[in-house]
């Protein structure tokens, strides 16, 4: 299975603020990466698919980058109602694997 | 509106079997890859399987963790998709979801609210 190792585990940032979150996949995934957003006590929520591509309807202050092995999800101009958890997915090889999560509070 | 709603969860003794229901409504069914995804309390998601779509013939792909104890199947009249899961063990203790395939692509693009299962004597 493609490893996927996600950092950081936690992050604390304050409002207006850009936030990174970066995910390593244990080999080439080719750009098959989504990035999900999970509030608490909901199901997650996709923003960004092959690596960069803006999910209908996600505002604009999400974007995605990457190649290869390294992915990075960037949150400009954080909001509070981006508090959550972030999830990063491979989909390039089965099974499909996720990282281990971001928690995003406000400081 | 797209909605998925999961339900038969609950708890189960080790050994046992439980089949988790997801009722899809919104969209044409039979035109979309179906998935059963997983989560741990605090933990992340770990993606089970699929059922293709008709133009697919509906046949499915499992995690490697759960083949052969678990079973994805769909009923297309009723709209519905289903996850036997036998042989339950105290580490498929987790929140249960299905999720939709995004038309033309591989990631989930609409999700349950998830069903809550616990193995436990």
């Known amino acids: 299975d493609i490893q996927m190792t996600q950092s950081p585990a936690s992050l604390s940032a304050s409002l207006g603020e850009t936030v990174t979150i970066e995910c390593r996949a244990s080999e080439d995934i080719y750009n098959g990466l989504a990035w999900y957003q999970q509030k608490p006590g909901k199901s997650p929520q996709l923003l960004i698919y092959n690596a960069n591509s803006l999910h209908t309807g996600v505002p604009s202050r999400f974007s995605g980058s990457g190649s290869g092995t390294q992915y990075s999800l960037k949150i400009n101009s954080l909001q509070s109602e981006d508090v959550a958890s972030y999830f990063c997915q491979q989909y390039y090889n089965y099974p499909d694997t996720f990282g281990a999560g971001t928690k995003l509070e406000l400081k | 509106e797209v909605k998925l709603l999961e339900s038969g969860g609950g708890l189960v003794q080790p050994g046992g079997s439980m089949r988790l229901s997801c009722a899809a409504s919104?969209?044409?069914?039979?035109?979309?890859?179906m998935y059963w995804i997983r989560q741990p309390a605090g933990k992340a998601p770990e993606w089970l399987g699929f059922i293709r779509n008709k133009a697919n013939g509906y046949t499915t792909e499992y995690n490697p963790s759960v083949k052969g104890r678990f079973t994805i199947s769909r009923d297309n009249t009723q709209n519905m998709l289903y996850l036997q899961m036998n042989t339950l063990r105290a580490e498929d203790t987790a929140t249960y979801y299905c999720?939709?395939?995004?038309?033309?692509?591989?990631?989930?693009?609409?999700w349950g609210q998830g069903a809550s299962v616990t193995v436990s004597s």
């Open positions: 919104g969209f044409t069914f039979t035109d979309f890859y």
């Open positions: 999720a939709r395939r995004i038309y033309g692509g591989y990631v989930m693009d609409a």
